[in-house]
């Protein structure tokens, strides 16, 4: 191959590399990380053993579905790259940390930059799926759950969602247990079990038909 030859194939092959750079750019969009998981600062605040009994989760969807096998990337300031796998649910299999939130982060989607996306986040309760559960267990998670809604809404408190009770998904029924012994049947939201602790006074205890797929919180009645 001639030395003319030889610089016109290193020409355009980097021609090639530069217009597949520029491709991969243009088929990017990229939002900030405090957009993307809002509210995640503001829990990560919290003291770690006051959000011990609670955990937040986001979901991802597109066009009201699920954004699942979606390639998502945080890119810090520094220019570190960190993968987020995002589900088949659409849920981030992982979130930032207060660091790289507070560092100005920004979250890289492989995806049209015109491209609309939904975030939604998910407070849960760190239980783990039982068959049966102490009322009083639950009273304590559903009480720290609150209070770390509360500090992490701040002056918004007032208008932060309050949670009342549990779901079981996954359970096809299941009743409450009272001191005395005495049972009955909780309630259904569709197919699932729900325990809304007002409900039941004097309850101890609480027995599934079976082992939940997980635990959920259930809201204030609207």
């Known amino acids: ?7 016109r194939a290193l020409v355009a092959a980097a ?17 900030p990380a405090d957009k993307v998981f809002s509210y995640l600062e503001n829990f990560l605040k919290v003291p ?3 959000r011990s009994r609670t955990r937040v989760a986001f979901a991802l969807s ?18 570190a790259r960190t993968p987020l796998p995002i589900g088949a649910d659409g849920r981030f299999e992982r979130l930032p940390t207060l660091a790289q939130l507070q560092g100005g ?34 009273k304590t998670v559903l009480d720290s759950t609150n209070g770390v809604i509360g500090k992490a809404a701040g002056p918004m ?7 009342t009770g549990f779901g079981f998904p ?30 039941f006074k004097g309850a101890t205890r609480v027995r ?10 259930i809201q204030s009645k609207k």
């Not at 996954?170 to 325990?195: E, M, N």
């Not at 599934?208 to 919180?217: E, H, I, M, Q």
Request: no cysteine; hydrophobic share 45%; net charge positive.
């Open 62 to 79: 597109r066009d009201g579905k699920p954004a699942a096998g979606l390639k998502a990337t945080l890119v810090e300031a520094s220019g």
């Open 105 to 138: 982060a920004k979250i890289e989607f492989e995806a049209p930059a015109d491209a609309k996306f939904g975030s939604t986040l998910i407070i849960e309760p760190v239980l783990k799926p039982a068959a049966e559960y102490e009322v009083a267990e639950l």
């Open 48 to 50: 770690a053993q006051e």
């Open 208 to 217: 599934l038909s079976g082992t939940p797929a997980r635990v959920g919180f």
């Open 170 to 199: 996954g359970a096809t029924g299941g009743v409450v247990v009272g001191a005395d012994g005495k049972s009955q049947s909780l309630p259904l939201s569709g197919k699932t079990p729900i325990l809304r602790l007002a409900d």
């Open 15 to 31: 021609l090639a590399l530069v217009a597949g750079s520029a491709a991969l750019a243009q088929g990017s969009k990229t939002a």
């Open 157 to 163: 408190a007032m208008l932060a969602p309050k949670m």
């Open 1 to 7: 191959m001639s030395a003319r030859i030889a610089r």
